[in-house]
């Protein structure tokens, strides 16, 4: 997801220009590619800033970023991609101007390559067609852990911009577009300032037709000529059974709606699992702590234990020892790929009363005094036969 344009220069929402350009030019200067050659990170981070303030030290997008956000300013200023800084010149044409200034090609410039850099000579970015692409939506869907056994279908109600039902999405009541009388159609102005740094020639989106070469006619008053509104909309999501937390879905098409007929963004679904109150998770299976007495340990019993998909019975054998683990077949987890689903293990453990009667302290003495119940009982008879057993061998 893109970063916040006041995060990415570091200012409050409220700075002033002189604040962004202030902010602009120490970062702009931090991660030139002429002080960090080879660092895609810093050519990254030197694209960034350049997008965020061509947005925010404009007034008419930053009033359209602060309402609409990305969506808001046009795909030129949230395309971050093709190989382009965010000013409009091919990075290309950027290391070539620096070429040319380390060879003698250039006219003194500035010691960090600013001057002409960006507006090099390379290919031009063409105008927008057929409005401005909309941004993708992230939500967080929680799952039990039933609904992920099994496989579940959900029904969210999502707040997103659509496209404007009062002129269609084309932010135009009667929908009459003209040519850009600023760059005259073709989506794009040339900007030259002098900086500290030398002579800037910026060609950066239009900003009175955000790149698109048109401008729309008689304005929606709904809209405010953007095509956009703030909505609700109800989205089906169908989640196959086995996913795990932090697993995500992409629903191309269900984000947010594009200004003026752009294509819409898409809705990515984070599915997070909610912990489970009896089971624990491992892989596609399940486990489950039974605790069981100490006579149906010895014995044996049959005993009802919950499992996904309701209670079952399972069978404890007798001389069953604590931290067994018995095996229901078939009833974990449905597998993401393939059929079939995991398993169930139960975990047996001795249960250990905090408070007896006195007829059971009795009884409990008197099991005491019974020698076949003692564990050091049964170790001394392995140990007696073992020297017999040795006794044998070497007489």
Do not use: W
């Amino acid at each position: 997801m893109k970063k916040e344009y006041y995060e990415v220069l570091g200012v409050s929402k409220t700075a002033t220009k002189d604040e962004i350009k202030k902010a602009y030019r120490k970062l702009a200067l931090q991660f030139h590619p002429d002080k960090n050659p080879d660092n895609k990170d810093a050519e990254e981070h030197f694209k960034e800033v350049n997008e965020a303030y061509e947005v925010l030290s404009n007034d008419d997008k930053r009033r359209r970023y602060d309402q609409f956000g990305h969506a808001g300013v046009g795909s030129s200023a949230s395309s971050g991609g093709g190989g382009q800084y965010g000013g409009g010149a091919d990075i290309n044409d950027i290391f070539s101007a620096f070429n040319d200034m380390f060879t003698g090609g250039r006219r003194g410039g500035s010691p960090f390559g600013f001057e002409e850099a960006f507006g090099g000579g390379g290919s031009r970015r063409g105008r927008t067609q057929g409005g401005i692409p909309g941004t993708d939506l992230k939500i967080r869907l929680k799952l039990t852990l039933e609904e992920i056994a099994k496989g579940v279908e959900k029904t969210l109600k999502i707040k997103k911009q659509v496209s404007c039902k009062e002129c269609n999405g084309s932010g135009s009541k009667s929908g009459a577009t003209e040519n850009c009388q600023t760059c005259q159609g073709s989506g794009e102005v040339r900007q030259v300032s002098k900086t500290m740094f030398g002579q800037f020639v910026n060609v950066a989106p239009c900003p009175t037709c955000g790149g698109e070469g048109r401008v729309i006619k008689d304005r929606c008053p709904s809209c405010y000529g953007e095509g956009i509104k703030l909505g609700e909309v109800t989205v089906k999501v169908t989640v196959p059974s086995g996913v795990e937390n932090g697993n995500y879905l992409t629903l191309r098409g269900q984000g947010n709606a594009g200004p003026r007929g752009g294509t819409a963004g898409d809705l990515i679904v984070v599915l997070e699992e909610i912990p489970h109150e009896l089971f624990s998770r491992k892989g596609n299976d399940v486990v489950y702590t039974l605790a069981v007495s100490f006579p149906d340990l010895v014995l044996g019993t049959k005993v009802e234990v919950p499992t996904l998909d309701g209670a079952v019975k399972l069978t404890i054998p007798s001389s069953t020892q604590p931290e067994t683990m018995l095996r229901i077949p078939g009833h974990g987890i449905g597998h993401l790929k393939g059929s079939g689903r995991g398993d169930q293990y139960v975990k047996v453990n001795v249960y250990v009363p905090k408070d007896i009667s006195h007829q059971d302290k009795e009884l409990l003495r008197e099991m005491q005094k019974s020698s076949g119940l003692s564990p050091s009982a049964h170790n001394d008879k392995d140990a007696k036969s073992f020297f017999e057993k040795a006794r044998d061998i070497f007489s």
